[in-house]
């Protein structure tokens, strides 16, 4: 045991962390102090459950810390990882600042994200910055504050503007997953534009022209029509397209939206100048002409009912949100979406996801890996080899926690 403990006490020198702690016999901790709480260090900054830890202790045949010894340990640990989870986020908002070219605001994208899978006791809602996509604030909402877990991501969003108002960061541009909640707050604001994701609005019109193009053989012609089956990928490239090149237009991205039936229908008279159907006298249409009027009325009455038809003002700047999306897979790591935990419990994970997203995200990559996968023309690309992922935050936490005992 005194072996353990000697290696325990020359790992904490190495770590960077407070080494005359260690040298003056005065301020040594005992061996109790050194390997107890280091466990408990571990533990609670890995995001291990509790009863991972118990199960692999009994399983090595070492010796476990008691659930009383860690209580106590939890309760002064968590205070040293909110102050580390709240310089992580100014040092995010001074990043942030600072990469903007002007000075009229920065561009947030939010999104929530529910504790439980129904219902939720807690909510997470966060906000990324534009340019550096580390996190700007994180709120925990809970029922204590609102009964009805559908209004959460409002409340959040709210303590945000808040928060970032008191610190004097003005808001230019909100990008998030069509909330209409956060919709209605967002235009409400004097100085900020609301915009929506580009991606969750095409994913609704590639399902709804799905139901279009495929059923039973007794339903064709009537629900659905065989012309429509080679189109739905395409409809979904035309969007996209037709977004980032409406010059931030909401007419004009009507209109071109308008113009795809038309385009599938052979008629290319209002098709962008530098398109090949336009230019090219050789042209012939890589897809199925639509000659049934049902077909084309089916998939007229598709496109003309999505959110991105009916209000495209709000998908004009092209925003997306799938860092945020990345951000609660992160939290996946310290929040189990399948266990209800404590506010205290819930807190502390969320301020180590903060902690851990912005020391890592858009860190550096060794090597691009390209598949040679003709038929994967995405792929094509290449797929990024980044760098291993750093852990400074706990070093940083554990410092705290010493220098808290001197």
Known sequence: MKGHVASVRLMCTKEKSHSYLWSSSSYLPNDEFLVNHRICHAFYSSGLLPVHYTRFVNGA?????????????????????????????????NDEISSKDDLDGINIMTDARHGWRKNAKDTTVVALGEKTHKVMDCEHITK?????????????TQIIYENLENKNVSIKIHAHDRNLAVNKFVRDTQFTVNQNDLWHAVKAVKKAVTKISKGTKRSEGISWSVQLGDKVEPIATHINWAVRNCEQNSLKLKESLDNIVNHYCDKHENCHHS?????????????????????????????????????????????DTFYVESFNNVVNIFQDKRICFGDDQYKLRSNLAVCHWNENVDRGFTSVWKSRNPNAPASQKGKKIYKKLTYNYRINIWNRYISSFY
């Open 61 to 93: 045949g070492i010796g476990c810390i008691t659930k009383e010894r860690r209580s106590k340990f939890f309760r002064k640990y968590k205070e040293h990882a909110e102050n580390e989870s709240i310089q992580s986020v100014d040092n995010a908002i």
């Open 275 to 319: 398109s090949r159907c336009r230019f090219d006298s050789n042209y012939e249409p890589s897809r199925t002409v639509l000659t049934n009027l049902k077909a084309r009325k089916m998939l007229e009455i598709a496109i003309k009912s999505s959110t991105i038809y009916k209000y495209p003002q709000d998908y004009i700047l092209a925003k």
């Open 144 to 156: 204590s504050q609102d009964k009805v877990a559908q209004r959460h991501e409002r409340l959040g």
